[in-house]
């Protein structure tokens, strides 16, 4: 299992383990941007050079990894390697939605490390794309609502019917080059318009 050159933080209170990381992961091709030796640093190191991918320690001084990974993916979508001395069952309720792709138990062989960046990004790749498909189809359901919002107006002031409201709107999106749901905001400010008008 392959993966391409990675730009890889590294964050690790450890370090003969730190050195180990980046020593390893140089030589499985990725490039180490930065080390950090606790959580806060690793959050500065990168808001400076944002990574592809972090590797962090679980247990680290000031910020732990596993909040270090959600302040990073606040700011920025990035896929996290955890990396512990022990199995901690109280992890798995502490990770959430974030996007932690791997968790490693040391001490980690390169073979592990290869391994586990390949199937993290992998996974990552998996959880950007539902979640973009998840971002499409929310839009899409606004955009219905605010065509059939329009369309509605529509059939009310030219007292017509759904099928020619919407090809009424259909066609002055095209003449317009503009997408249909512009068109239906359009009018539906144009709506808003004439209702505070009959207010005044």
Known sequence: MTTQSLKIAVAEDEKPMRDYLTDALARLGHQVIGVAEGGRQLVELCKKTPPDLVIADV??????????????????????ILLSAHHHEDLLGRLGSEPVMGYLVKPVNEGDLKAAIAVAMLRY?????????????????????????????????????EEEAFRRLRRLASDQNLKLVEIGRRVLGSEEVFTQLDRV
């Open 125 to 161: 790749q998996h959880f950007a794309a539902l979640k973009q498909e998840s971002a499409d189809l929310r839009q899409a359901l606004e955009d219905r609502k605010i065509i059939e919002r329009a369309k509605g107006i529509l059939t009310r002031r030219l007292r017509v019917d």
């Open 59 to 80: 247990k680290m001084p000031e910020m732990d990894g596993i909040e270090a990974a959600q302040v990073l993916n606040r700011a920025r979508p990035t896929p996290v």
